[in-house]
């Protein structure tokens, strides 16, 4: 692994992708909320953001009450299996993941992708560094659950 000059954050390899971190919001949607699904009832959306050697990504989906886990930790853990690995490109994430993909994890793998897709070489979202802390504030507080995986 290689350092920075100042010795402070490690770099991947270059040519390669490294996840950092990931951080999951999940936002309690009632029937109450006129901006939500009012016909379908309670649900959540997750949001996903992660850290990467190639910038930040986020990632976005929806689960309705019969379909949400139980365990919200318990089900991101599955997001271990990607932490501080170098792959080739996002590319061979996903492909990786879906060679080894059961039913269940099918909702992980959407969310991880979606937020790889979005990978933007910044600070994320093209807010900023300022603008994605005022977004991660509002979500904190917004949220009923939240995990972070480092």
Request: aromatic share 10%; proline share 3%.
């Amino acid at each position: 692994m290689l350092h920075t000059e100042s010795d402070t954050e490690p770099l991947a390899v270059q040519g390669t992708i490294r996840l950092h971190a990931i951080e999951l919001f999940v936002i309690h949607l009632t029937k109450k909320n006129p901006s939500t699904f009012c016909g379908f009832g309670d649900h959540y959306r997750v949001l996903m953001r992660i850290v990467t050697s190639g910038g930040c990504g986020w990632g976005e989906m929806y689960f309705n009450e019969g379909n949400r886990p139980v365990d919200w930790t318990a089900w991101a853990s599955w997001f271990e299996q990607v932490l501080h690995r170098n792959f080739k490109s996002v590319s061979s994430i996903e492909t990786g993941l879906i060679s080894n993909l059961r039913p269940f994890h099918l909702a992980r793998l959407h969310l991880l992708c979606d937020a790889l897709q979005g990978l933007s070489g910044t600070s994320g979202r093209g807010l900023g560094a300022e603008g994605e802390q005022v977004e991660r504030s509002i979500l904190m507080n917004t949220a009923e659950a939240y995990v972070s995986l480092f």
